[in-house]
């Protein structure tokens, strides 16, 4: 198994974030992993976006020009990732914002309502989260556990109450992907 995967969109909703929780998920399952983020100085409003690779087998580069899985949460980012999913991917989008909705029909598109579940949780923080639980659901590539565990991995301990909120994040994300 090996998932090459771009998440992209705006700094401040939590693109990086995403990346190194799965790039923690895939060390709790012991996977080769890599996470590569790239951003510009505004990184809050400006454009971000994150590599992330997990493998069963060693990764020899960690750079792409085509990607396995494509997360989009802005129309920048969608009209720059959208031709470099390979072709049978996935391209995973945030419908709020998208003007021009994806058209690529030899892969296969999902969109998820992630900022509107977000604030009827009353939480913009778990946007990212709700996202993640998208992802798994179409493409479950990694346990639930692995995610819970990387969360305490990386947020700090001062956040871990706020690990059942992100989980309860990730299902409503698995419930509300189309």
Not at 20 to 38: C, F, H, N, Q, R
Request: charged share 20%; hydrophobic share 40%; glycine share 8%.
């Amino acid at each position: 198994m090996k998932k090459e995967i771009i998440i992209s969109g705006f700094g401040g909703q939590g693109v990086l974030s995403m990346g190194k929780i799965l790039a923690y998920s895939g060390l709790m399952e012991d996977k080769e992993v890599t996470w590569m983020p790239a951003y510009g100085p505004e990184q809050r409003g400006g454009t971000a976006n994150v590599t992330v690779i997990v493998s069963d087998e060693r990764i020899s580069s960690p750079i792409l020009s085509s990607y396995d899985v494509a997360i989009v949460l802005n129309q920048p980012s969608l009209d720059k990732f959208e031709p470099k999913v390979k072709p049978g991917g996935i391209l995973i989008y945030d419908d709020y914002g998208i003007l021009n909705p994806p058209t690529r029909t030899d892969i296969t598109i999902h969109s998820i309502s992630a900022m509107e579940k977000a604030a009827e949780m009353k939480n913009s923080k778990v946007f990212n989260m709700i996202v993640l639980g998208g992802l798994l659901q179409v493409c479950p590539f990694l346990p639930d556990t692995a995610l819970e565990k990387a969360l305490y991995k990386t947020l700090p301990e001062r956040h871990h109450d706020l690990i059942p909120l992100n989980m309860q994040a990730v299902a409503e994300g698995r419930k509300i992907i189309k």
